[in-house]
């Protein structure tokens, strides 16, 4: 069975992008994937968090995971800071990245532009998410196409590792889903939708009551153009609407098209609305079931320790391969 690997990191609630761009993907597969996603904790601190609000929403995230219909019979769902085997495979692999490779991603370039004092963190962030996909020989990552970058890289620090020290990883691909790729805000549509966006009025989180997402679409930016027609160049507010509508009724977008000739977008922005206010309703109502069970505990307990058990057999095999072992590696036929 192919293996899947995706995580998200806390840094604010899960948005509708997040959903479509990645939670939604897995939940499609996991009946033929073995299916591993996770809560990137210690990608959140890249920048800071606080800490209280951080504490709270990791345990959001999982249940909001399970509420999305991840099912954690057929998912392995944990903590990434729980597995201390990621960090430490980390730092091996940073001495299998060059900073020119690290220092070329965008998400890097762009975030530390936006603060002076950007953390070593930030720069090293891709290598540890290369260690939470290597570690457990995953297939496929699903993820918006904003992370296809950090996936090659995974894959090209992979190839490096296995040419100098011997077949060590599976190389992973990143795997993108047909639309939701990438939602954009909605006030800027040229923007990505973003989690840590600090003006909400673009952004639909999956725990804004239904009718702040209902305002927040009719507020959402259009054109003067008049036309419910794909055009991401020319009509990139309507184009996202279609996307987000397309993804989440699973109606080809053309049929919507079709579906709005002639009509305003009024109406349009009405469907709109509620397709995605009747779809985050059914998943809220799941949350406030999970949130207030006994289940986390069982299922994070589980998930944790075969997350362990694959890290800690990768992690030792990196050693021996690079040679940092109390054994006797000329003794041994490794
Ligand atoms: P941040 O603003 O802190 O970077 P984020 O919303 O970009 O938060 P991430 O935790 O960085 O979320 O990404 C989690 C997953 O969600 C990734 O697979 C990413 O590609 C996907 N994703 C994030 N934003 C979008 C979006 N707007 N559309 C589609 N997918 C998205
Ligand atoms: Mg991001």
């Given at each position: 069975?192919?293996r ?10 899960l ?16 009946d033929e994937?073995?299916s ?10 890249t920048?800071?968090q606080?800490?209280i609000e951080l504490n709270?929403?990791i345990r959001?995230f999982?249940a909001m ?8 019979e057929?998912?392995t769902?944990?903590?990434q ?8 495979m980390?730092y091996?692999?940073e001495c ?9 991603m965008i998400?890097?370039?762009e975030?530390?532009k936006q603060n002076?004092?950007f ?7 891709p ?5 939470d ?7 496929y990552v699903p ?5 296809k ?6 894959r ?5 590792f296995n040419?100098r ?6 190389l992973?691909?990143?795997l993108?889903?047909e639309?939701?790729t ?11 939708m973003s989690?840590?966006?600090e003006n909400?009025t673009?952004?639909i989180s999956?725990f804004d009551d ?7 679409i ?5 054109d003067s153009l008049?036309?419910?027609h794909f055009?991401?160049e020319n009509?990139?507010?309507?184009s996202?609407?279609?996307n987000i509508a397309s993804?989440?009724a699973?109606v ?6 079709e579906?709005f000739?002639?009509k305003?977008y009024?109406?349009?922005?009405k469907?709109v609305?509620?397709?995605?206010v009747?779809?985050i309703s059914e ?5 406030e079931?999970i949130?207030n069970?006994?289940m986390?505990e069982k299922v994070?307990n ?6 362990r058990?694959?890290?800690?057999e990768k ?5 021996i391969?690079?040679?940092t072992t ?9």
């Amino acid at each position: 069975m192919k293996r899947i690997l995706t995580g998200l990191k806390p840094t604010g609630d899960l948005t509708l992008g997040n959903y479509l761009g990645a939670i939604k993907q897995m939940v499609n597969m996991q009946d033929e994937y073995d299916s591993i996603l996770f809560v990137a904790d210690l990608h959140a601190l890249t920048i800071y968090q606080d800490p209280i609000e951080l504490n709270e929403r990791i345990r959001k995230f999982i249940a909001m995971y399970i509420a999305c219909g991840i099912d954690p019979e057929k998912n392995t769902i944990y903590i990434q800071s729980e597995n201390e085997f990621i960090p430490a495979m980390s730092y091996l692999l940073e001495c299998t990245t060059t900073y020119g490779e690290a220092s070329r991603m965008i998400q890097f370039k762009e975030k530390s532009k936006q603060n002076a004092n950007f953390s070593v963190g930030l720069l090293t962030y891709p290598v540890l998410m290369a260690a939470d996909i290597l570690y457990c020989d995953c297939d496929y990552v699903p993820v918006g196409i904003d992370q296809k970058q950090h996936v090659e890289l995974a894959r090209n620090i992979a190839e490096r590792f296995n040419n100098r020290y011997g077949e060590t990883f599976t190389l992973p691909e990143p795997l993108l889903s047909e639309t939701g790729t990438k939602i954009y805000d909605l006030k800027n549509p040229t923007k990505k939708m973003s989690k840590s966006e600090e003006n909400p009025t673009g952004v639909i989180s999956m725990f804004d009551d239904l009718e702040t997402i209902a305002s927040k679409i009719k507020g959402a930016t259009t054109d003067s153009l008049n036309q419910v027609h794909f055009d991401p160049e020319n009509q990139p507010g309507i184009s996202n609407l279609l996307n987000i509508a397309s993804s989440i009724a699973n109606v080809p977008i053309a049929e919507l098209e079709e579906n709005f000739k002639g009509k305003g977008y009024g109406e349009f922005k009405k469907y709109v609305s509620e397709v995605v206010v009747n779809h985050i309703s059914e998943i809220q109502k799941r949350y406030e079931e999970i949130i207030n069970s006994d289940m986390l505990e069982k299922v994070l307990n589980k998930g944790i320790e075969r997350s362990r058990e694959l890290a800690k057999e990768k992690y030792e095999l990196m050693k021996i391969k690079m040679g940092t072992t109390r054994k006797d590696l000329k003794k041994q036929d490794n």
